[in-house]
């Protein structure tokens, strides 16, 4: 009994830590989700109220909703403040926590979305950039807490691994990010002479060094790259489960997919792909480069759909009459009304 009283926190960690879903974590996270939409905790219960998230909540509202408030905590101030609202047993103490988690996780989105368009803007000034296949960016007025997500974010725009600093204590820090397959680590570990020092795994790393060897250090990261990295890794990859039809995607069809839940790493949720859709006329851009979708095939209903980051899609999607979308399928929750939605990975025209 003790132990179940615990699984609205273990869900939250087996989440947050993106660790595989399958096996037991599967199980505790399916058991843990019934007991975090029923939490009595006032410290998730707030969290939850905060994040704007309605129940009942899923693998995803944790991994997009409640963990980055959490994490924003530590990243751009005190980690502490968010165990003190976990630990918090007055409803109006844990409502004080939350909203201030809630204003840090709304400064780090800011800063990222910063971050991410002032290297953009440095990269499209950079002529060689089409010959190198890593990106090294140093900016001494970047926010060290959130260059790790931007950092991923190039990933996925770029499909190089990336590296990106800032200045702190009078050094060069910063987060490095890897495309699938390639082991970042072992590149910065072969430019060790250049550093003061660096630590991480395969996809992920952080490291130190002096601000003048910035350039040094880029050139040698460049070179470890190029001798080791693949074609093959350079090109973006999405895995997808079936070709389908709009019209496939009844109540039915939902209720079947969803019981392959809960979903997470090892065990994600299945990719769709729709082909000559149409814009129905309805879609628009969002703010922060999102995109709000309203498409439909033959058949007269109109799909509302969400692309995140995928803004500069938009006036191709106006003119175009036909074009593919790929997709992953889920409900949404809105005034109280449920319907189903498209969480939209790609477009191609």
């Known amino acids: 009994e003790h132990l179940w009283q615990l699984l609205d926190l273990l869900v939250l960690s087996i989440a947050a830590d993106i660790v595989p879903m399958t096996g037991e974590n599967r199980v505790l996270a399916h058991f843990g989700l019934k007991k975090l939409n029923k939490t009595e905790r006032p410290g998730l219960k ?72 002032e290297a953009r803007e440095m990269l499209d000034a950079d002529p060689g950039l089409e010959n190198r296949k890593s990106i090294v960016l140093f900016h001494p007025g970047w926010h060290k807490g959130v260059l790790g997500i931007a950092a991923s974010r190039l990933v996925e725009l770029y499909c190089r691994p990336v590296i990106l600093l800032c200045e702190s204590n009078g050094q060069a820090v910063g987060s490095a990010r890897s495309v699938n397959g390639f082991n970042i680590h072992d590149a910065i570990a072969a430019c060790s002479d250049l550093l003061v020092n660096f630590g991480g795994h395969d996809h992920a790393a952080g490291l130190t060094m002096e601000v003048d060897q910035v350039p040094a250090f880029t050139a040698a990261f460049e070179a470890a790259v190029q001798g080791s990295i693949s074609e093959e890794m350079l090109v973006p990859e999405l895995k997808v489960n079936a070709v389908v039809s709009l019209s496939d995607l009844s109540p039915t069809f939902w209720r079947v997919l969803r019981q392959f839940a809960p979903f997470g790493p090892q065990n994600r949720r299945p990719v769709f792909v729709a082909k000559n859709v149409r814009d129905a006329g309805y879609s628009r851009l969002l703010k922060g480069n999102h995109l709000r979708l309203s498409v439909h095939q033959e058949e007269k209903k109109v799909w509302t759909g969400i692309a995140f980051g995928k803004g500069e899609h938009f006036h191709r999607l106006q003119k175009s009459k036909q074009f593919h979308i790929a997709f992953n399928l889920e409900e949404d929750t809105w005034q109280g009304n449920k319907r189903l939605r498209l969480l939209v990975k790609d477009l191609w025209f």
């Open 46 to 117: 707030a969290l939850i109220e905060s994040s704007g998230r309605h129940r009942p909540l899923d693998i995803n509202d944790i991994v997009f909703g409640l963990a980055p408030m959490i994490n924003a905590a530590g990243r751009l101030s005190d980690a502490r403040h968010a165990v003190q609202l976990m630990l918090a047993n007055e409803k109006f103490v844990a409502a004080d926590y939350a909203r201030l988690l809630n204003h840090r996780n709304t400064q780090r989105k800011t800063y990222n979305e910063a971050i991410v368009r």
